[in-house]
């Protein structure tokens, strides 16, 4: 069976520190995949709010996001009470979507690479949108 393969990528321009917690870990002992998966959406919330942006709102005050795929490469594991770096870029942004490229680390071990890939939407008239000028402004400057 063909498996996704993610790379690295040359930059990252935001890093996110986090602690693996007590309820992080699953019954193999360490770090569970969908904890990893939470404390992905915990940096995305954290890039957001450093942008002076949120999820539900990318500077125009109407357009948000949905995530529309996701993959991950696990490459180590990780246990509790390890540091976790989360070093984040956003790419490949068109049209109506973009991209968020994650690479996890324990020091210089990489634990896991993730990519998601988002669409751009405006909850009050349910329809997805282009991606407001705002945002493109955000990431000219980070």
Excluded: W
């Excluded at 193999?28 to 450093?50: E, K, P």
């Excluded at 509790?80 to 984040?88: C, R």
């Excluded at 991209?99 to 990519?115: C, Q």
């Amino acid at each position: 069976m063909p498996r996704i393969k993610l790379s690295e990528q040359e930059a990252y321009e935001f890093q996110f520190s986090i602690q693996v917690r007590p309820q992080d870990v699953n019954y193999a002992g360490h770090l569970g995949n969908d904890s990893l998966i939470s404390l992905v959406g915990t940096t995305r919330a954290y890039l957001f709010r450093s942008m002076g942006l949120s999820e539900m709102d990318l500077g125009d005050g109407q357009t948000g996001i949905i995530i529309k795929d996701m993959a991950v490469n696990y490459r180590a594991e990780a246990f509790m009470f390890d540091e976790l770096l989360f070093e984040t870029h956003i790419g490949e942004v068109v049209g109506k979507g973009f991209r968020m490229f994650h690479r996890i680390r324990n020091g210089m071990k990489i634990v896991a690479l993730v990519e998601t890939g988002f669409v751009t939407y405006n909850y009050a008239t349910k329809n997805t949108v282009p991606i407001p000028p705002s945002f493109l402004k955000c990431l000219e400057t980070d």
